[in-house]
């Protein structure tokens, strides 16, 4: 017992030494701080703990968001791998951000967004297929703004892309028919896409197709042949008129009525609705591809 009381006697001592030096280099901090700004010590104390309170609590929150993008699988998402990477692109008002955040969340986004940011996250991604059942993978999936004058940021996500989802809005098809043929010719004929292995996928998600006048999907892809190919015409013309003043990029079969099928990239269309969350050929193409 004598030993024992020696030996938190000593602690103590120890204790209030380290204590005394704490104090005494604390104090000599405030005084020369004092010297400098001509701040009484006794208010900058005050300051500096408000200072060092805030501090951690920033850190803390920080940390907590970061646990939280791990945890969620979110944190890797800027060191995925390429093989992984799908995009999400198309026209503005098609549902494309809707999508994204319901494949993030699992549950259907209702929200009107109209982004003008990129959305680039890494999740899970559950899907059906036809020889292992259900199969659940980790992706990363970047939703690129739909805005023509943000188009080209696809440049810059494209060379680790594995798939592409185009959406378009089934049931303004119809008046928007132009402008769909435009940008899915554009994606089908950038250079970047045109360098990757044959059959690339390329899914065309027709949203909205729960509402009654919604075009169905079979049309929107017969719609979308003649459309491109009259603008593959019309450019050939251009290029005529131009003397041969450069190289017009081609999606299909030259002398040949363009069609999906002679695209170099394996495209198939499919029937989707965020609204009500019928995703299921959509993941299955996401996990498959």
């Known amino acids: 017992m004598g030993e024992m009381g020696s030996v938190d006697g000593a602690v103590d001592v120890v204790d209030q ?18 010297s400098r700004v001509g701040i009484p010590a006794a208010a900058l104390l005050p300051l500096i703990v408000a200072v060092v309170t805030i501090t951690a609590l920033v850190i803390v929150q920080h940390l907590w968001a970061y646990l939280l993008r791990l945890l969620s699988g979110d944190g890797a998402a800027g060191s995925s791998s390429s093989g992984h990477t799908v995009l999400i692109t198309g026209t ?13 969340s699992g549950t259907p986004y209702l929200t009107t967004v109209t982004s003008m940011a990129t959305n680039d996250a890494m999740f899970h991604v559950e899907g059906p297929t036809k020889r292992n ?7 990363r ?10 188009v080209s940021r ?20 119809t008046s928007n028919r132009r402008e769909v043929s435009e940008r899915l010719r554009d994606l089908l004929a950038n250079p970047l896409l045109q360098k990757k292995k044959r059959n690339f996928p390329v899914l065309v998600a027709c949203n909205k197709s729960e509402k009654i006048t919604a075009n169905p999907v079979e049309y929107i892809a017969k719609r979308l042949e003649k459309e491109i190919e009259a603008l593959r015409e019309a450019a050939a013309g251009a290029l005529q008129d131009t003397a041969g003043g450069g190289v017009a990029r081609d999606v299909g079969i030259r002398g040949k009525p363009f069609t999906f099928a002679d695209s170099k990239c394996d495209v198939t269309f499919s029937a989707v609705s965020v609204a009500e969350n019928d995703l299921d050929e959509l993941k299955s193409f996401l996990v498959v591809k």
């Not at 059942?133 to 992706?139: E, H, S």
């Not at 999936?141 to 943000?150: A, S």
Request: aromatic fraction near 6%.
């Open 17 to 34: 030494v380290i204590v005394k030096s704490a104090e005494a280099a604390v104090g000599e901090f405030l005084v020369a701080l004092q």
């Open 133 to 139: 059942g259900v199969v659940r993978r980790k992706l």
């Open 154 to 173: 696809m440049d810059e996500h494209l060379p680790s892309a594995k798939a592409i989802v185009f959406v378009i809005d089934a049931v303004d098809f």
């Open 141 to 150: 999936v970047v939703d690129l703004p739909g805005h023509p004058k943000l």
């Open 92 to 104: 503005c008002g098609s549902g494309k951000t809707a999508l994204f955040q319901t494949l993030r």
